[in-house]
Antibody, heavy 122, light 107 residues
């Protein structure tokens, strides 16, 4: 069974930094692209970023490009999101998600964690 | 960036009704359109992949259709447990994007 457990969400001041982690199990981690998707309180889903199965390709939403960095450690079955220059509009529940297709960046999230809450506030 | 526009934003329906939710893409995305269900305080769950392929374990009352720019999620014989927000999502072009969501209320 696929399990994704996010951690690292806290309250941080505007302009601050934070690193989210996602521990994966139940599947061959280095076969799959991984995603981060966020959801502001009471709002819809927003795709944030993806990283290819081998870490060689990364993509970002325009709203976070240049501020967020996605990475992975396949030896630890872990996904990360380094968040810098945080803004109040980055406040959201951040989900880690496994892609539905092997070894492609053109798939889609098909298994999701429970999310970790990031609050950006002074 | 491809914009996905869902309609309606909200719908109140009675059990056993048939529900249709539409998703329109701002440019052609082939069949790279997926549907998710999110119940309150839960993570999203995949219902339909590639416009019309049902995901494993999803009840047969959920079906999807469409290609290019116009897509439809149909729920036949609605059940009380289908109260949720439904999102379409495209993986044809990066950045990937979601529709704004359609909230279904069961009367």
């Amino acid at each position: 069974e696929v399990q994704l457990v996010e951690s690292g969400g806290v309250v941080v001041q505007p302009g601050g930094s934070l690193r989210l982690s996602c521990a994966a199990s139940g599947f061959t981690f280095d076969d799959y692209t991984m995603h981060w998707v966020r959801q502001a309180p009471g709002k819809g889903l927003e795709w944030v970023s993806l990283i290819s199965w081998d870490g060689g390709s990364t993509y970002y939403a325009d709203s976070v490009k240049g501020r967020f960095t996605i990475s992975r450690d396949n030896s630890k079955n872990s996904l990360y999101l380094q968040m810098n220059s945080l803004r109040t509009e980055d406040t959201a529940l951040y989900y880690c998600a496994k892609d539905g297709e092997m070894a492609t960046i053109w798939g889609f999230p098909n298994s999701w964690g429970q999310g970790t809450l990031v609050t950006v506030s002074s | 960036e491809i914009v996905l526009t869902q309609s309606p934003d909200f719908q109140s329906v009675t059990p056993k009704e048939k529900v249709t939710i539409t998703c329109r893409a701002s440019q052609s995305i082939g069949s790279s359109l997926h549907w998710y269900q999110q119940k309150p305080d839960q993570s999203p769950k995949l219902l339909i992949k590639y416009a019309s392929q049902s995901f494993s374990g999803v009840p047969s009352r959920f079906s999807g259709s469409g290609s290019g720019t116009d897509f439809t999620l149909t729920i036949n014989s609605l059940e009380a447990e289908d109260a949720a927000t439904y999102y379409c999502h495209q993986s044809s072009s990066l950045p990937q994007t979601f529709g704004q969501g359609t909230r279904l209320e069961i009367k």
